[in-house]
C-alpha cells in the first residue's frame, strides 16, 4: 500500500502544478445514480396515485354523489384532475425507466427466451423499442376508440 508521503496527491508540501490542477478529469455522469434518482421518483410517484386513488375512494361518496364535496380545497373533480395528471406523468417515468433499462430486457428475450447466439445491435433494439411503444399506444387507443363508440350516456336507452 503506497504511504501518504509518497502519494503526490496526499503530500502537503509538494506543489501542484496548475495545468494538472485544470486538467482534471471532467466528473463522469454516473448511469447507477441517474437509475437510483429516476426509480425514487418513480416510487413517490407511484405512492402517489396510490395516496389519491385511496382518498378519492374511501374520503369520498361515490363519484355520482359527490357534487359540492371538497377536500383541502379540492373538489372531487379537481382530485380526479390530480390523479389523472400523476398517473399520466408516472407513465412518462416508467417509459424513461424502460428505456434505461431496454438493453436488459432485449438481452434477457434475445439470449433466455429466443435463445439467439447474438443478441440485436443497438440500432434494431431502438427499432424493436420504438415498435413496442407504438404497438402498446394503438392498443390503449383502440380500448378508448372502443370505449367512446359504445359508452351509453345519461338518458340514452
Ligand atoms: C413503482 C414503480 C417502479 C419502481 C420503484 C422500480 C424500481 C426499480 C429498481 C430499484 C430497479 C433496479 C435498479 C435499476 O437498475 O434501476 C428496477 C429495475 C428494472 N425495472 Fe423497475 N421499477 C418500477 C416499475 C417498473 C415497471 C412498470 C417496469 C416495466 C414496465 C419496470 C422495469 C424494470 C426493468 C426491466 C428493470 C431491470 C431489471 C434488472 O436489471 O434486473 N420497472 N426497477
Redesign the pocket.
Known amino acids: 500500500m503506497p504511504s501518504a508521503a509518497s502519494d503526490p496527491s496526499t503530500a502537503p508540501n509538494q506543489a501542484v502544478a496548475p495545468a494538472a490542477v485544470s486538467r482534471l478529469p471532467p466528473r463522469k455522469l454516473s448511469m447507477?445514480l441517474v437509475?437510483?434518482w429516476?426509480?425514487?421518483v418513480?416510487?413517490v410517484?407511484?405512492?402517489f396515485v396510490g395516496w389519491v386513488t385511496v382518498v378519492m375512494r374511501v374520503v369520498f361518496p361515490a363519484p355520482t354523489f359527490a357534487a359540492g364535496w371538497s377536500l383541502w380545497g379540492l373538489t372531487y373533480n379537481q382530485w380526479h384532475d390530480l390523479q389523472f395528471g400523476s398517473l399520466c406523468f408516472?407513465a412518462l417515468v416508467?417509459l424513461l425507466?424502460?428505456m434505461?433499462?431496454w438493453n436488459?430486457?432485449c438481452s434477457v428475450i434475445g439470449a433466455q427466451i429466443l435463445h439467439l447466439r447474438r443478441r440485436p445491435d443497438e440500432g434494431l433494439q431502438t427499432i424493436y423499442g420504438v415498435a413496442t411503444l407504438i404497438a402498446l399506444l394503438m392498443l390503449i387507443l383502440a380500448g378508448v376508440i372502443a370505449a367512446i363508440v359504445t359508452v351509453h350516456p345519461a338518458g340514452t336507452p
Open positions: 447507477a437509475n437510483f429516476l426509480d425514487a418513480l416510487l410517484t407511484a405512492a408516472g416508467i425507466h424502460v434505461l433499462h436488459w430486457v
